[in-house]
């Protein structure tokens, strides 16, 4: 009795936030991510295709400041490919010997530059929103991939009762259904050099496969570890199991 | 001087050697070797080991955390993160401390269930239980503290929130508030003392594990029938009887818990934690953790600011008097028909509380809490003490021993 | 194979030898308590051979569990990203010195004057204890560039401001235990066992150099 118990208290307790996460709200419209599943793995192609659509989209406003340009390292690029990449931003260095800061082309060691020198000049020129660092936001958000990616193509005419902020914009997915954000992508907005279709749906896919390979760059040898970890538990707990029939059959 | 010769205890030399010197080789042998635990302890009694085994994760994960952590408000979030991406297997270092948090709280909620279950607070092991309950104490208050170090938004407004319930005693409220924070507001002195305390207390319960362990072993440990052991014939020895079923059960929970780990990391971390403290900014939803949450259920309860305050941690404080509010001479919950069913109701109650404690106090969520605040007085206060009088419990066992016999 | 992995490896085969051996002892003293009881033979031997493998792999999963722990102990990958330094030379006069970190080092830049190349060149390799030729430590004469870490216990020679005491052989001397250095940074006199070591280095141009 008490024994089932524990299990049903067990599964609910680590289920307890999904269905918290997923109560009230629309649906959001899931897609089927390569990262998703035991064995999910990231589509490189497509990181790499987000990262062009951050660059020239996204770059504008919002910040990646966990994200070096190393990292590339990790989505295929070569280290030559990413020198080349890194130096055409600058960034604000020293004080060198004459006591004076500098600018610099930024280097593969460099945090991916920001937009703005500060949150205040960030918020002025938004508006007065601030747009969020984009490093983690797959994971700050309930929905994680999906709900960026639905948030990205959620742009609609508000309903008649709604009535919006100064320079607001109607998103069903966003906290109050009003976002700062006005439509970030559209149709052609970006250029693939691999023959991509550049629609809005594909861009916002791709943007968000980058977003999430930039907040959980360990997935891919998460999940490889995972498999390995738990085998690794079946077969020392079959052993055990045997060991432990072994010894018992003594008893009683 | 008389030229005596060491007494040969043992075969190797080297162990009698050390067992002359500091008999700890014999202290082992009795302690985890020939330790006679009852036959019919079922896998709830693996709950105990698999505790040591948590904290003893939980220690090492943590003082390697604390190696690559920069406990200042400018760096805290920033360095978690460099954990997460430049340290070598530091998100599966991170993972593990911050999952390991959460599953740690599950074993324990387990491990007191099934002592109210089976009586195993009861004569003549009143003071393992306090011992054992004032460990979970340590263990709320450490968990807060590690909860603020990543320095995210509900590390921040947890920090926040927790330490303005000390502000309603009154008079000297406010004072003991800043006192605890060194700041007005939640602030770097407040993040370096939480990393200070954060780190050492561990340690304390450590010690304290080691005591709770060494009462157990005065008298024995409990079983499903709650029958104090009466022969030889009653227990198996620990080695290797026990320790092969505790193995078995870490198998299981090592299975459950590299599940969560590797696959699903998140699942029970807030996603707000991932947006940077901001003071000036209070997320929408403001939850504690849920291993928390049945007190903060509590606290919510109550329209008042120092009666929620008080009854939070009255909540807890009746833990300590349980084993003088039962006057069940029967230990185990088997054999009182009734009763058994009122003490699931208090369980499931209580996870009730947990589950409300996470939801907006409105409506029918504030209703459940209120609900759930009466029955957790009441069974504890009220029906526990007087039920024996009522109930009529089914025959006990004369031995263990006896049980086995029967089934055959 | 670096240090730290080859230390592990050890230590891991020993754990397992050591579990091992340990396990066979111990279940050999439960069997022999156990015989008793039990009657077959055979199946104590595969009852044997099934504990000590469990408690083998067991063994193993715990020496594992420590490996992640271990290697975090690694510099860290913005740690390694950080392992270059580009330096200015122009303004460096002849027999001047400057010092710059690289890897949290201190690396000593000099540009040479005649009179040191002349006495860097014209040393005996059999005087010296580490015996290596002037023109491999150096890629233009003028500039020698070394890590300025004594190789004896690591303290910072000094020599590298002109009112600095630079030993008896007019290149850097340890105040700690001694060591003099000469004008190629070669160990001359003192507990030092080696030269001081050049590190990785390329001129980008005449006016810069990229240290790492």
Redesign the interface.
């Given at each position: 009795?008490?024994?089932k118990?524990?299990i049903i208290?067990?599964v609910?307790?680590?289920n307890?936030?999904?269905f918290?996460a997923e109560s009230s709200k629309e649906k959001l419209i899931k897609q089927d991510w390569s990262f998703n599943g035991?064995t999910g793995t990231y589509d490189k192609a497509a990181i790499q295709r987000g990262l062009k659509v951050y660059q020239e989209v996204c770059a504008g406003c919002h910040s990646m400041n966990?994200i070096?340009y190393?990292?590339l390292e990790d989505i295929g690029f070569s280290k030559e490919q990413i020198k080349v990449i890194a130096s055409e931003y600058t960034v604000l260095d020293g004080p060198n010997?004459e006591g004076e800061m500098f600018e610099r082309p930024a280097r593969?060691?460099d945090k991916f530059v920001d937009p703005y020198m500060n949150a205040q000049e960030a918020r002025l020129s938004n508006n007065g929103s601030y747009p969020?660092?984009l490093?983690?936001i797959n994971?700050?958000?309930?929905g994680g991939a999906d709900y960026i990616y639905n948030l990205l193509i959620g742009y609609e005419e508000p309903p008649a009762d709604i009535v919006l902020g100064e320079g607001m914009y109607y998103n069903k997915w966003m906290?109050g259904k009003q976002i700062a954000m006005p439509t970030p992508l559209y149709d052609g907005s970006v250029d693939y050099e691999d023959g991509t279709e550049n629609t809005a749906i594909q861009l916002a896919k791709d943007v968000t496969v980058f977003l999430q390979w930039a907040?959980e760059?360990?997935l891919e040898e998460?999940?490889r570890?995972?498999?390995k970890?738990?085998l690794?538990?079946?077969?020392?707990?079959i052993?055990?199991?045997?060991?432990?029939r072994?010894?018992?059959k003594?008893?009683? | 001087m008389q030229d005596k010769k060491e007494p040969k205890k043992y075969k190797n030399s080297f162990l009698n050697w050390i067992e002359y010197r500091l008999p700890i080789i014999s202290y082992l042998e009795k302690e985890y070797g020939d330790y006679p635990m009852p036959k019919n302890a079922n896998y709830f009694w693996s709950f105990g080991a698999l505790l040591t085994i948590c904290l003893v994760v939980m220690i090492i994960s943590g003082i390697f955390l604390a190696m690559y952590y920069t406990p200042h408000v400018d760096m805290a979030f920033e360095s978690t993160e460099r954990i997460m991406r430049d340290v070598s297997f530091g998100w599966l270092i991170r993972y593990i401390h911050s999952n390991g948090a959460s599953f740690f709280f599950i074993v324990v909620y387990i491990h007191m269930i099934r002592s109210l279950y089976y009586g195993s607070f009861k004569y003549p092991r009143e003071l393992n239980w306090l011992l054992g309950v004032f460990i979970y104490f340590i263990m709320m208050a450490t968990a807060f503290l590690g909860y603020t170090l990543p320095w995210g938004q509900m590390s921040y407004w947890a920090a926040t929130v927790i330490t303005n319930l000390f502000s309603a005693i009154p008079f000297v409220g406010e004072g003991i508030k800043t006192w605890l924070l060194g700041d007005y507001t939640v602030g770097n002195a407040t993040l370096n003392r939480f990393f200070a305390l954060h780190y050492v207390l561990p340690f304390v319960i450590f010690g304290v594990v080691g005591l709770h362990v060494a009462a157990v072993h005065v008298h024995g440990s409990n079983n499903p029938a709650g029958i104090e052991v009466k022969e030889p014939e009653d227990t198996v020895k620990f080695y290797p009887y026990m320790l092969v079923k505790d193995t078995l059960a870490f198998c299981v929970f090592g299975i459950i818990i590299s599940a969560v780990i590797f696959f699903g990391p998140n699942l029970m971390a807030e996603v707000d934690n991932y947006i940077p403290a901001d003071p000036m900014v209070t997320p929408a939803h403001i939850v504690p953790n849920w291993y928390l949450a049945p007190f903060y259920a509590i606290l919510r309860a109550v329209p008042d600011k120092l009666g929620g305050i008080v009854l939070m941690f009255a909540a807890i404080a009746v833990l300590f008097i349980i084993p003088w509010l039962d006057n069940s001479k029967i230990k185990s919950c088997s054999f009182r028909p009734l009763y058994k069913w009122l003490m699931i109701l208090f369980f499931v109650n209580f996870f009730i509380l947990g589950y409300v404690g996470m939801k907006p106090a409105t409506g029918i969520y504030l209703l459940l809490a209120r609900l759930g605040v009466i029955y957790y007085f009441g069974f504890l206060l009220v029906i526990t003490p007087f039920m024996h009088r009522f109930e009529k419990n089914i025959i006990l066992p004369n031995s263990i021993h006896e049980i086995y016999k029967k089934k055959k | 194979m670096t240090t730290p992995y080859l230390v592990l490896t050890v230590t891991l085969i020993f754990i397992f030898l050591f579990i091992y051996m340990v396990s066979t002892v111990v279940w050999g003293k439960v069997v022999s308590a156990n015989d008793k009881k039990a009657e077959l033979n055979k199946e104590e031997t595969r009852r044997d051979f099934l504990h000590v493998s469990t408690i083998t792999i067991g063994a193993i999963g715990s020496a594992t569990f420590m490996w992640p722990f271990i290697k975090s102990m690694n510099p860290a990958e913005d740690t390694l990203a950080l392992g270059t330094t580009e330096v200015d030379i122009s303004n460096i006069d002849e027999g001047q010195s400057i010092t710059v970190t690289w890897r949290g080092k201190p690396v000593f830049i000099r540009k040479r004057s005649k009179e040191d190349i002349a006495e860097a060149k014209n040393a005996k390799l059999s005087n010296l204890p580490d015996p290596e030729k002037d023109s491999d430590r150096v890629k233009k004469e003028d500039w020698l560039i070394l890590v300025g870490v004594c190789t004896h216990l690591g303290c910072v020679p000094s020599g590298q401001k002109v009112s600095d005491k630079k030993g008896d052989f007019n290149g850097w001397y340890c105040p700690c235990h001694g060591s003099h250095y000469d004008t190629s940074g070669r160990i001359r006199k003192g507990p030092a066992p080696d030269n001081m070591e050049v590190p990785p280095y390329k001129f980008l141009n005449d006016n810069t150099v990229l240290i790492g």
């Open positions: 009795m008490l024994r118990f524990a208290f067990l609910i307790t680590i307890s936030n999904l918290a035991i966990l070096y190393r990292d010997d593969p060691a969020p660092d490093s983690v994971k700050s958000r309930k906290d907040a760059p360990e998460r999940k570890l995972g498999v970890v738990i690794f538990f079946i077969i020392f707990g052993f055990v199991f045997l060991s432990k072994r010894l018992w003594q008893i009683h | - | -």
